[in-house]
């Protein structure tokens, strides 16, 4: 068994796990330091829900949590006001003895009336954080609320639960952000750009972005990295493939054809087939009797024509692909009516191997094979398919991502890849998050002079 089959069994506890136990600790500290005062339960539970992932959501957690115990707390006040105040007395639920009156003194022992009340003034506790416009507290209020109302009603001084119960949602909350925002000093690199593949460099095989990545990613992108991908892929796929990651500056696309910027859709730069070489491989694929797909940017829009077939007409290769990519409202299929040669990024094809790679031979055949040049990979494919993608050789990644960094600003890149002449850092496999490991190393290294950085909120 290698070391990474045993990562999979017994996977190293995060940072979340980490920092969970050291604000545990912390709140316990501060309990015996209050002169053991409240219970560290309520700062315990706060501060769990705080540990986030995310510094903004940590906050966000954060300020639910005091809002909702606060007006929890109000509102469990009122009624311990309304029962005691104006009774005397009250025996909480649960307490032995039966409901009624002693002494002049009101006594509510598992009474309907005292459950309809506080069913009732749920109501009132949800209105109020709708008034406050404070909804997502909603839920911590009505906790803080029924645990005042109904668990400890009955003590000798409930007011002391009500003072002593927030003061301990405050405390673990603080001890939250406090351990949350500890980190080791480190100095970050916002002038370099770095530059990931996607297939087998961000994921592998099942390509899903593992949690660890994504986490990492977003935190690198929160502190200032200049990050981007470079694929083969359309924007479209890598929208869909790295879902939950902030990528903020533009992406190269289309294995260099494009230069897309996802946050405002739109193409920034694009690197298209001549109009006569596109007529040429056209007509090449016309000859072979092999239908494919002319990729093409019109106006701002992916528009991919089926050329040699009609869309929903045939069960071949061409159509499956169709099928598994036309839901997406990233691209739009068009039947051609005629011939393709504008605007044209790339031609696709799909095929059986055998079929592609007799493709590849006549294509190198061609007088023209010279400005072209093509790639093969199974992405999207089926068992025994594989897709044939036709360029202007002009359309290349080392190219854009000179424009990338003219764009950014950046005066140095750092490419990770597969493939070692072809990349500046090598990322032989894709599991255990060694992207945003390597990532970590060259972004943040450990530095005395980072001491700054080490409370970071």
């Given amino acids: 068994m290698n070391r990474s089959d045993r990562n999979n069994i017994l996977p ?20 015996y330091l209050r002169g053991r005062r409240g219970a560290p339960f309520y700062s315990i539970i706060a501060a769990l829900q705080c540990i986030q992932p995310y510094s903004v959501n940590m906050l966000k957690v954060g300020r639910n949590r005091i809002i909702g115990t606060l007006v929890g707390a109000f509102w469990g006040a009122v009624v311990l006001f309304g029962a005691l105040g104006l009774t ?97 000093p480190r100095i970050r690199d916002r002038e370099t750009l770095f530059v990931s593949g996607v ?29 981007s991908v470079s694929t083969k892929q359309t924007p479209a796929t890598v929208r869909e493939v790295t879902a939950g990651v902030d990528l903020r500056l533009p ?22 087939m001549d109009p006569v070489l596109a007529g040429r491989v056209s007509a090449f694929l016309r000859e072979e009797g092999q239908p494919g797909y002319a990729n093409t940017v019109e106006e ?23 099928e598994k990519k036309k839901g997406s409202p990233y691209r739009n299929y068009v039947n051609a009516d005629g011939e393709i040669t504008e605007n044209v990024l790339y031609y696709l094809v799909v095929d059986r191997t055998e079929r592609i790679r007799e493709l590849c031979d006549r294509l190198r055949e ?10 093969l990979d199974t992405f999207d494919c089926r068992e025994g398919e594989e897709i044939l993608r036709i360029y202007s ?10 424009e990338l960094a003219a764009y950014t600003g950046a005066e140095k890149t750092v490419l990770f ?3 070692e002449d072809e990349c500046d850092v090598l990322i032989p496999d894709a599991g255990g998050g060694n992207l945003v490991k390597q990532l970590k190393k060259l972004f943040e290294p450990v530095s005395l002079r980072g001491w700054r950085n080490m409370l970071h909120f």
């Fill in 12 to 31: 190293v506890p995060g940072q979340r796990i980490l920092r969970s136990v050291l604000a545990a600790l912390l709140c316990v500290g501060i309990y």
């Fill in 417 to 419: 890849g597969t493939v």
């Fill in 251 to 272: 992406i190269i696309a289309m294995d260099g054809a494009v230069l897309y910027d996802m946050k405002t859709r739109t193409y920034l730069r694009t690197i298209k």
């Fill in 300 to 322: 701002n829009l992916l528009v991919i024509y089926s050329i040699g077939y009609r869309l929903d007409s045939a069960d071949i290769p061409m159509q499956a692909l169709y």
């Fill in 88 to 184: 005397g007395s009250v025996r909480a639920p649960g307490m032995a003895g039966a409901a009624g009156t002693v002494g002049g003194m009101v006594q509510y022992d598992d009474s309907p009336v005292y459950y309809v009340a506080l069913a009732l003034f749920i109501g009132i506790v949800l209105y109020s954080t709708v008034v406050l416009k404070v909804k997502e507290s909603s839920y911590f209020s009505c906790v803080v609320f029924l645990s005042i109302t109904m668990n400890h009603i009955g003590d000798v001084d409930p007011y002391l639960f009500v003072f002593n119960r927030t003061m301990d949602t405050i405390l673990g909350v603080a001890a939250a952000i406090l351990v949350n925002s500890m980190h080791l």
């Fill in 366 to 375: 061609q007088p023209w094979a010279g400005e072209v040049r093509y790639t």
């Fill in 393 to 402: 050789c002009r359309a290349t990644r080392r190219e854009m991502m000179k």
């Fill in 199 to 227: 297939d087998h460099v961000l994921f592998r095989e099942d390509r899903r972005l593992s949690p660890f990545t994504k986490v990492q990613l977003n935190r690198f992108l929160q502190d200032g990295m200049r990050f």
